[in-house]
């Protein structure tokens, strides 16, 4: 029996909240694409946001619900907020299907940061706001970039919850790693969610393991404020009081290090009903940032 166009299961295309338009970037040979928000007036800063492994921008403007999108809550606030398909995603997936390094990404998000300011006000310069594997992405591009301002990512450790050989076991269990409970997210998340969603790159897939020992690496090196948040329902990583004092004192060059739980959150947090209260903590510790860096300018 033929199945005609319309009864097979489609796709949700995406789709952005008002105020939010789609934006392409050229670095290092890549077109990157993404999503951008810019206040009325000009920007405090700019807030560069970077997904997760086997997402998409769009994950920062979660559509089921108007207190989910970053974006339109950062505009609101006095911020560009630019929320980048990473290397291997979005429109730059057709030039390396295979992805890249985080290494190779860190060259490229530097780039596309250099790329962006040459064309857009970008306010008091550039903050990261990462999820996941994003934050992995963050903490690699901070410690071989200077002059960014501050960091905040939530959903990445330095220690997973599971070794490698556990992990390959429980490939079954990654939904309930990624998501937590259904109760943390506003009807229609995923059903909306599959617009967001793409392949894992390969070559991005093949670092996942080495994580910790990468973090070892370049932890020393982080010398800006940073703010870590663990999803109270986070799966991937440890996250007990005795870790995270192990995590902090990898980051002693850190001038401002704060970590901490979101309560009734899963890994996603983004998506989930805490997103508001995650998001406004972001920008609060983001105004921080800026006002002592105003303080202490010669």
Same mark, same amino acid.
């Given at each position: 029996?033929?199945?005609?166009?319309?009864?097979?299961?489609?796709? =949700?295309?995406?789709? @952005?909240?008002?105020?939010?338009? /789609?934006? !392409?970037?050229?670095?290092?040979?890549?077109?990157?694409?993404?999503?951008?928000?810019? =206040?009325? #007036? *000009? /920007?405090?800063?700019?807030?560069?946001?970077?997904? #997760?492994?086997?997402?998409?921008?769009?994950?920062? %403007?979660?559509?089921? @619900? =108007?207190?989910?999108?970053?974006?339109?809550?950062?505009?609101?606030?006095?911020?560009?907020?630019?929320?980048?398909?990473?290397?291997?995603?979005?429109?730059?997936?057709?030039?390396? *299907?295979?992805?890249?390094?985080?290494?190779?990404?860190?060259?490229?998000?530097?780039?596309?940061?250099?790329?962006?300011?040459?064309?857009?006000? +970008?306010?008091? #310069?550039?903050?990261?706001?990462?999820?996941?594997?994003?934050?992995?992405?963050?903490?690699?591009?901070?410690?071989?970039?200077?002059?960014?301002?501050?960091? %905040?990512?939530?959903? +990445?450790?330095?220690?997973?919850?599971?070794?490698?050989?556990?992990?390959?076991?429980?490939?079954?269990? %990654? $939904?309930?790693?990624?998501?937590?409970?259904?109760?943390?997210? *506003?009807?229609?998340?995923?059903?909306?969610?599959?617009? !967001? +969603?793409?392949?894992?790159?390969?070559?991005?897939?093949?670092? +996942?393991?080495? $994580?910790?020992?990468?973090?070892?690496?370049?932890?020393?090196?982080?010398?800006? *404020?940073?703010?870590?948040?663990?999803?109270?329902?986070?799966?991937? $990583?440890?996250?007990?009081?005795?870790?995270?004092?192990?995590?902090?004192?990898?980051?002693?060059?850190?001038?401002? !290090?704060?970590?901490?739980?979101? =309560?009734?959150?899963?890994?996603?947090?983004? !998506?989930?009903?805490?997103?508001?209260?995650?998001?406004?903590?972001?920008?609060?510790?983001?105004?921080?940032?800026?006002?002592?860096?105003?303080?202490?300018?010669?």
């Amino acid at each position: 029996m033929s199945v005609s166009r319309t009864d097979r299961k489609t796709k =949700p295309q995406p789709t @952005h909240s008002a105020g939010v338009r /789609p934006i !392409l970037l050229e670095a290092a040979g890549l077109t990157l694409s993404g999503l951008l928000a810019e =206040p009325d #007036g *000009p /920007p405090r800063a700019t807030v560069v946001a970077v997904h #997760g492994g086997g997402m998409l921008a769009g994950y920062f %403007d979660g559509q089921v @619900h =108007p207190d989910l999108s970053l974006l339109t809550l950062g505009a609101r606030l006095g911020f560009t907020v630019l929320a980048l398909d990473r290397p291997g995603y979005g429109r730059s997936a057709r030039q390396i *299907p295979a992805g890249m390094t985080l290494g190779e990404q860190s060259a490229v998000l530097s780039a596309a940061l250099d790329a962006f300011a040459a064309r857009h006000a +970008v306010g008091r #310069g550039f903050l990261l706001l990462a999820h996941s594997y994003g934050g992995k992405l963050a903490l690699t591009t901070v410690a071989d970039t200077p002059g960014l301002l501050a960091l %905040d990512a939530s959903g +990445v450790g330095h220690r997973f919850s599971a070794g490698p050989a556990g992990r390959r076991l429980r490939r079954n269990l %990654d $939904w309930e790693r990624n998501w937590g409970p259904l109760s943390l997210y *506003p009807a229609g998340t995923f059903r909306a969610a599959e617009a !967001l +969603v793409a392949p894992m790159p390969e070559r991005e897939a093949s670092e +996942v393991d080495l $994580w910790p020992e990468m973090f070892e690496e370049l932890a020393p090196r982080i010398d800006i *404020p940073l703010r870590l948040t663990f999803a109270e329902h986070e799966g991937w $990583w440890v996250h007990g009081e005795e870790d995270l004092g192990h995590l902090a004192s990898r980051l002693a060059k850190a001038p401002v !290090l704060r970590i901490g739980h979101q =309560p009734r959150a899963g890994h996603n947090i983004s !998506l989930g009903l805490a997103a508001r209260s995650y998001h406004l903590s972001a920008f609060a510790f983001f105004e921080e940032c800026l006002q002592s860096a105003a303080e202490t300018r010669p």
